[in-house]
């Protein structure tokens, strides 16, 4: 089904709720779920345009025109609310929820409903968590709440239970090319490797045409891997010492070496696979003289358990000193 939502590569989430809105059965929870800069901030606020466009044919909706549609971009809609994080800890306070909640009780100022973004959901706490149970078992007929999470498993079963949840997935490498190529006029060279390397993150990859800087936050990430997988016992734990102390950078650090590390599995099972990054296939080529598929799978799980752990109450630094034993490179 043919759309105008500012979404790419995710039609069939697109598809899905306009199907809710135009057969007016849109949920008072969505539950939007995926790996960071895949594409659900933007998909909640097409979601929340679409809820309150002005155009009469609910099919065209949103239109990208009206009032309601531009204060939506604008990030400056009355009736749109959002939860701010802890800087420190890039966790969801429960103040932070309570606020939005009680707001999202009153009556929409200027559309039809009131929508609420809480972004990075799973980084709440379960007593966090909690506070919005309320609004989910007695929704107001005008609230919409849409909760973003890179993964459900920090989140309660009775949250989860009470939403729709959408599983964004990334998307191909094929289709993210088309996309920068076609809709951004980038060369079909550079296309590819930026889809590569964004690892089907499409949101990352269309913020770095405006932010080059992105890229080399990247380069710069993946530097430090190969600088941490020499190291000794000792090096790796000062890197953990001083990797402990910011844990939202730690964590968009972690998804970029979770990449290195899956690029190795695959050229280790001998995948016919491209790596995503690409670029950096002589590193991973020397590691595979001494990394087998063991080594690496354990590698990706190491990674995984951290990201996922990141989301709790654990001590950071002692995480990532466990992550750092479970890499290849340390004599046995």
């Not at 429960?94 to 809480?118: F, K, M, N, Q, W």
């Not at 993964?151 to 949250?159: D, Q």
Request: proline share 5%; charged share 25%.
């Amino acid at each position: 089904m043919a759309h105008s939502w500012p979404v790419f590569g995710h039609d069939w989430a697109v598809d899905h709720l306009r199907k809710c809105l135009i057969n007016g059965r849109a949920r008072h929870a969505y539950l939007l779920a995926g790996t960071g800069s895949i594409g659900k901030t933007t998909l909640a606020h097409a979601f929340a345009m679409a809820l309150n466009c002005a155009v009469e044919d609910i099919a065209d909706r949103p239109c990208g025109r009206c009032r309601s549609c531009r204060l939506v971009q604008s990030g400056n809609h009355p009736d749109i609310l959002y939860s701010e994080t802890d800087p420190a800890t890039g966790a969801l306070k429960i103040e932070a929820i309570r606020d939005v909640t009680s707001r999202l009780a009153l009556r929409p100022l200027d559309g039809r409903y009131r929508v609420a973004i809480l972004a990075d959901f799973d980084r709440a706490a379960p007593r966090a968590q909690d506070a919005i149970l309320k609004t989910l078992e007695e929704p107001p007929p005008y609230a919409v709440m849409i909760l973003l999470a890179t993964s459900l498993e920090a989140i309660l079963p009775t949250i989860t239970s009470r939403a729709q949840v959408l599983h964004l997935r990334p998307i191909d490498t094929r289709l993210a090319t088309g996309i920068l190529m076609d809709r951004y006029g980038m060369e079909a060279d550079k296309a590819g490797l930026l889809a590569r390397i964004s690892g089907g993150r499409i949101g990352w990859a269309i913020r770095t045409i405006d932010d080059p800087a992105l890229l080399e936050q990247r380069d710069q990430a993946l530097d430090l891997l190969e600088e941490a997988i020499r190291h000794n016992r000792a090096g790796r734990f000062k890197l953990a010492e001083d990797l402990g102390k910011d844990k939202p950078s730690l964590r968009l650090l972690l998804d970029l070496w979770l990449t290195f590390w899956r690029d190795l599995l695959l050229l280790a099972e001998k995948s016919m696979v491209k790596p995503c990054n690409s670029d950096r296939l002589p590193a991973l080529e020397r590691l595979l003289y001494t990394v087998g598929p063991q080594e690496a799978l354990r590698a990706v799980r190491a990674t995984q358990t951290l990201i996922d752990n990141l989301n709790t109450n654990v001590n950071t630094r002692l995480a990532v000193e466990v992550m750092f034993l479970d890499y290849p490179g340390l004599p046995g």
